[in-house]
Structures are given as C-alpha cells and as structure tokens.
C-alpha cells in the first residue's frame, strides 16, 4: 500500500518568514495530492490540493509543488501570519483501484508562527 | 452548507466497556469514511462506506469494531471491548462522490482507561 512520509515533524518561524513541508509518497499511481490544516480540538480541513496532470498550484499565500517524477510534493506558506499556526498534514490517495478513493496521510507537522 | 456532524465529542470509558459513535455526513455526499487519529499522528483509514455499501474495510479490526451507515446518510462506529490502544480521535469524513475532497468532522475524542 502507499507510505507517505512528511518532514519535519515541527516548524517554528518568524511572522513574516516562509514556511516549507515536504513529503514522499511510495506509490506512483497516486494521483492526488492534498494538504489539510488541522487546528486544536478541530477535525483536519483541506487548505490546497494538487493533481498529477499539475507541477504547481498556488493559492494566495499557499503554493503546492509536485514532482512526479521524485515522487515528492510539498507545502510552501508565504508572509506567515500567528494564525497559520497548526498541524499541517500531507497525503497521497492511495492506489486501491477504481471506485475506491482513499488517502494515505503523513504524520503531520506542527507549524508555530512566533509574533 | 453545514459540516459533517459528529456526537459525542468526548467520551472516557474503561477497558471492556463498550462504546458508539455517531456520525451525519454533509448533505448529498456519497462516501464516508471513519479514521482513528491516535496522539501525534495523522488519520488511518477505518471503514469506507460508497451510499449504505462498504467499499473497504481492510484496516478495521473487526474482532472488535463495527460500523453500519443505514439508508445511505449517517453512521455509527462501535467498539465492544474496548482496549487502552483504541484511545485516540475517531473522525468522521465524507465527500460528495469517491473523487471529491473529503470534508471532516471535529471527531470524537475517546479515552479507555
């Protein structure tokens, strides 16, 4: 099955300063690539996700990058701001065939943006 | 639109008891999935469910868990006995069809002791 791996496990940075997470993926059918943010006592929410077929998407301060190729993606957070700070999750769908759309997540960083 | 619901929010039981929980999807939405988050790590697959139909259950432990989603919209997860290991989040997810985004509930926080 697919293994994702995500670095590092925790990020502190200035406000202002960028912000980069990275992950592998083991599968190279995997072709769905989200990020979810998951905030204290909250369930994960989905901030930006990326498809094969794309080497980038960007989303204001949030840009995704994917390199099929390396089998890697990561999350980059521009001018962070304190409420940036969370656990930031990767994850790669998971190949179970067709009509089963699974995830496979990483074990998340804990970002802290330092006022 | 409103989010995936989830009840209880916290539940603390011992070991050998025996506990439910519940979940009401986004409205429309197809799948749903139950994850078990345990301390420091990120969600692990339970059960899929595509309508009132189990698309996976490969990762249950089903000499312990159960899940049902009657009529195709909420569900229940169960476990009966519970261990200290099953102490961890169990998240609720769903999506409109099994390529679309998965939304998630705020979860259940649940301590065996």
Known sequence: GENVE????????????SAVIKCTYSDSASNYFPWYKQELGKGP???IDIRSNVGEKKDQR???????????????ITETQPEDSAVYFCAAEGGK????????????TKLSVIP | EAGVAQSPRYKIIEKRQSVAF???????HATLYWYQQILGQGP?????????????????????????RLKGVDSTLKIQPAKLEDSAVYLCASSRNDRSPLHFGNGTRLTVT
Do not use: M
Request: charged share 15%; hydrophobic share 35%.
């Open chain 1, 97 to 108: 065939g067709a009509g089963s759309y699974q995830l496979t997540f990483g074990k998340g």
């Open chain 2, 22 to 28: 519940w979940c009401n999807p986004i409205s429309g």
């Open chain 1, 45 to 47: 929410q989905l901030i």
């Open chain 1, 62 to 76: 949030i840009a995704v990058t994917l390199n099929k190729t390396a089998k890697h993606f990561s999350l980059h």
């Open chain 1, 6 to 17: 995500q670095h590092p496990s925790t990020l502190s940075v200035q406000e202002g300063d």
């Open chain 2, 44 to 68: 692990k697959l339970l059960i899929q469910f595509q309508n009132n139909g189990v698309v996976d259950d490969s990762q249950l432990p089903k000499d312990r868990f159960s899940a049902e």
